[in-house]
């Protein structure tokens, strides 16, 4: 389903639809479909923490800013009934043409995350959210929201950037990172100088402390089970390339946290 008239987007958020609409027709890494060997074993692909033990089967799930042919067909193939949202159009065309090349039923609408009018309260058994709030200045309404569609005792899974890694440079002169971008400052973090893993092209992204993230989170009516940082270092890497920097700076934070609340259904799920 398409953006509705009455779905007013900030500037933030319609620059960011247009970067990446432009990494789709550019063929960016973010923007690739997942493989043919990805779909053998799809939920050990989407569950590397482990957090999903007893499988998704059944499960109503929400993919937020997920496009990209990824994620949706992934937590289909696992047997999940899956909704993906997302600002990108082109992103969300790569989600319906891998769902017909492969025959899973998928329900898509672009939207922004932070406005989510057209899913129902308590409709998803996990809501499940790639890096993305980076790309938002504010991000208490969209916790909000997802609180909002979540079922009492659902799962909310759910990375994103970590601050030091959106305040330090991404080039080193001298085999250290400077921080470049207050912890407060509300702008967006300089462009990259030059194609950085870390950092989308073209982007407007912006650093959220921990009392926006982890705090949020609670705020919205989530308790925290479990938090792991996915470890891309390598002390022995090159100065300045992706495994380098990413020892110095833990690059993300993924975080599995439970709606407040219990439901009969949360009784009869083994999580
Ligand atoms: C890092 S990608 C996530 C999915 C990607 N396929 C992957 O493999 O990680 C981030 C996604 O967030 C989406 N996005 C950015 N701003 C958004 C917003 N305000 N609301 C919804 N989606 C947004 C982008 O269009 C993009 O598809």
Known sequence: ??????????????????AWNRMVACGHA???PARDEEFQD????????????????????????????????????AGASV???????????LDRQVANE????????????ENLHMLASSEFDMVIHPVSTCYLPRVDQVFREVARVTRPSGLYVSQHKQPANLQASLETHTG??????????????PPALAPNILREPNTREFVHGWNDLLGG????????????EPNHGRADAAPGSFGH?????APYLRIKARRTGESAKSRLIHL
């Open 1 to 18: 389903m398409n953006l509705h008239e009455f779905d007013e987007l900030s500037d933030d958020v319609r620059f960011n639809q247009a």
């Open 30 to 32: 973010l923007a690739r």
């Open 42 to 77: 799809p939920l050990k692909v989407i569950d590397a923490s482990g957090w999903l033990p007893g499988g998704i089967a059944g499960w109503n799930v929400l993919c937020l800013a997920a496009g990209g042919g990824r994620h949706g067909p992934l937590y289909a193939a």
């Open 83 to 93: 909704t993906v949202v997302d600002i990108s159009s082109a992103m969300l065309e």
């Open 102 to 113: 492969r025959k899973l039923a998928l329900r898509t609408f672009e939207a922004s995350m």
């Open 176 to 189: 250290n990172y400077i921080v470049q971008h207050a912890y407060y400052d509300h702008t967006p973090v």
């Open 217 to 228: 989170i609670c705020r919205a009516g989530f308790v925290i089970e479990d938090v792991s």
């Open 245 to 249: 920097r990413c020892h110095f700076i």
